[in-house]
């Protein structure tokens, strides 16, 4: 995804790991435990150089950081566990849950072996609509048709205006049209028709990088993993109307029951950031009935969160911070506020 933030993120970490402040705050500000977003995790990514590249880390680097965390005393526990762990204030220690968005087929092939060696669980979160290919991973299709080079036209409230793919700020501008002008359930449609006109074909990133159901209930099988609800279409629930953004959440329930025999107890907001949920999406969670539902809000977590358990945040490991020095800090609580305008306790 389209991240402006990075390099002044990256600054702030810099800065708290030189001034030597951020093992000073952990005692202080660093909560009781943190919930950890994943997405892709393989050594070998097709796109290495491609705009979304940061989706991905390496699986050893993964390693690494549940290693460095269980040695600074982490307890790696499930979704389940990790609320229990919350409604209990952290009496128990510090505690981490793995959770990865959208199931790629890394998650099976590489991800899993390190979780194995350290016994480490993770939940999955899977929108139905991407595994059927009746949804698409448009983010890596624009990159795609960008890098074609054609000139598009994009139909915009006053008027079609043409966008050459040869610019420089291209894909941030048909980023931006897609997520602003372009209505969630026409998406799909706009992206399709821009990817005929480049030669792209749609549905490729999602076969060659998403599990197919086969590779879900193989994986769903194994003890330490958990499968999520991605709602079904991996829209951004606050673009569409409460009803359509409640069917999204309680439709997935008996899709994902009948391919791996559960209904799902969690959830994960697609996009999860200020402009995709909200305390509506977060009152549509409840009502529909989920244990947990995680955010992409940076941050720790806190005894408070324990009634909040429907917006929780999470510390993104991507590959923009492989470092352990910038997970440390992160973990440090020291980042929190930085990202949040100063709130400690990171909801909605």
């Given at each position: 995804?389209?991240?402006?933030?990075?390099?002044?993120?990256?600054?702030?970490?810099?800065?708290?790991?030189?001034?030597?402040?951020?093992?000073?705050?952990?005692p202080?500000?660093?909560?009781?435990?943190?919930?950890?977003?994943?997405?892709?995790?393989t050594?070998?990514?097709?796109?290495?150089?491609?705009?979304?590249?940061?989706?991905?880390?390496?699986?050893?680097?993964?390693?690494?950081?549940?290693?460095?965390?269980?040695?600074s005393?982490?307890?790696?526990?499930?979704?389940?566990?990790?609320?229990?762990?919350?409604?209990?204030?952290g009496?128990?220690g510090?505690?981490?849950?793995?959770?990865?968005?959208?199931?790629y087929?890394?998650?099976?092939?590489?991800?899993?072996?390190?979780?194995?060696?350290?016994?480490?669980?993770?939940?999955?979160?899977?929108?139905?609509?991407?595994?059927?290919g009746?949804?698409d991973?448009?983010?890596?299709?624009?990159?795609d048709?960008?890098?074609?080079?054609?000139t598009?036209?994009?139909?915009?409230?006053?008027?079609?205006?043409?966008?050459d793919?040869?610019?420089?700020?291209?894909?941030?501008?048909l980023?931006?049209?897609?997520?602003?002008?372009?209505?969630?359930?026409?998406q799909?449609?706009?992206?399709?028709?821009?990817a005929?006109?480049?030669?792209?074909?749609?549905?490729?990133?999602?076969?060659?990088?998403?599990?197919?159901?086969?590779?879900?209930?193989?994986?769903?099988?194994?003890?330490?993993?958990?499968?999520?609800?991605?709602?079904?279409?991996?829209?951004?629930?606050?673009?569409?109307?409460?009803?359509?953004?409640?069917?999204?959440?309680?439709?997935?329930?008996?899709?994902?029951?009948?391919?791996?025999?559960?209904?799902?107890?969690?959830?994960?907001?697609?996009?999860?950031?200020?402009?995709?949920?909200?305390?509506?999406?977060?009152?549509?969670?409840?009502?529909?009935?989920?244990?947990?539902?995680?955010?992409?809000?940076?941050?720790?977590?806190?005894?408070?969160?324990?009634?909040?358990l429907?917006?929780?945040?999470?510390?993104?490991?991507?590959?923009?911070?492989?470092?352990?020095?910038?997970?440390?800090?992160?973990?440090?609580?020291?980042?929190?506020?930085?990202a949040?305008?100063?709130?400690?306790?990171?909801?909605?």
């Open positions: 995804m389209i991240d402006g933030g990075e390099v002044i993120r990256k600054l702030a970490l810099n800065v708290a790991r030189y001034s030597g402040v951020a093992p000073l705050a952990r202080l500000i660093g909560g009781i435990g943190a919930i950890l977003m994943l997405h892709r995790v050594a070998n990514p097709e796109k290495p150089f491609g705009a979304n590249r940061h989706l991905n880390i390496a699986p050893d680097f993964l390693d690494a950081v549940i290693a460095d965390m269980k040695a005393g982490y307890a790696f526990v499930s979704m389940d566990e990790a609320v229990e762990r919350l409604r209990r204030g009496s128990d510090l505690f981490a849950a793995l959770t990865a968005d959208d199931a087929r890394d998650n099976l092939t590489e991800a899993l072996p390190v979780l194995e060696k350290h016994g480490a669980p993770l939940t999955i979160y899977v929108a139905p609509a991407l595994i059927d009746t949804a991973l448009w983010w890596d299709v624009i990159d048709v960008v890098a074609s080079g054609r598009l036209e994009l139909t915009r409230p006053g008027g079609a205006q043409a966008l793919c040869t610019r420089p700020d291209a894909l941030p501008r980023y931006d049209h897609l997520t602003k002008e372009v209505a969630e359930e026409e799909r449609a706009v992206v399709r028709a821009f005929a006109v480049a030669g792209v074909d749609a549905g490729d990133a999602a076969r060659k990088t998403l599990m197919a159901w086969s590779d879900i209930r193989s994986i769903a099988a194994n003890p330490l993993v958990s499968i999520g609800a991605h709602t079904m279409n991996h829209y951004n629930l606050k673009r569409l109307s409460a009803e359509a953004a409640r069917r999204e959440m309680s439709d997935v329930l008996s899709r994902l029951a009948a391919e791996i025999g559960a209904e799902p107890r969690h959830l994960a907001y697609p996009y999860g950031f200020a402009s995709a949920v909200g305390c509506r999406e977060v009152g549509l969670a409840r009502e529909v009935g989920y244990l947990s539902a995680v955010t992409t809000r940076h941050g720790v977590l806190r005894a408070a969160h324990a009634d909040h429907l917006a929780l945040p999470r510390i993104s490991v991507n590959g923009r911070y492989q470092r352990l020095s910038h997970i440390r800090t992160m973990l440090s609580g020291i980042t929190t506020p930085l949040n305008r100063g709130r400690m306790l990171v909801t909605v």
